[in-house]
């Protein structure tokens, strides 16, 4: 009888190749998309405070005068 055929006919004859925590693997996977999320909604709003502001971030520009006190 060859392994293979010994495998398939003895399931307690299989070796276990790879150990899959599953409560690490959902960890992982909710802190990556937790990051992603947050990198993605930050990127947008700093997207549609440009736009509104008519400049980027820490941007400077006498061309704009300052909303607060008008000056």
């Known amino acids: 009888m ?3 055929t010994e495998l398939h006919e003895n399931p ?3 070796i276990r190749l ?6 690490r693997v959902r960890s992982q996977l ?3 998309v937790k990051q992603t ?3 993605t909604l ?9 736009e509104l502001c008519k400049a ?7 061309a704009r005068a300052n909303t607060i006190t008008g000056h």
């Open 2 to 4: 060859n392994d293979n």
């Open 12 to 14: 307690e004859a299989r």
């Open 18 to 23: 790879i150990a899959i925590n599953e409560e």
């Open 30 to 32: 909710y802190t990556l």
């Open 56 to 62: 980027s971030k820490y941007e400077r520009s006498s």
């Open 37 to 39: 999320v947050e990198e």
């Open 42 to 50: 930050h990127a947008m709003l700093d997207a549609e405070a440009d």
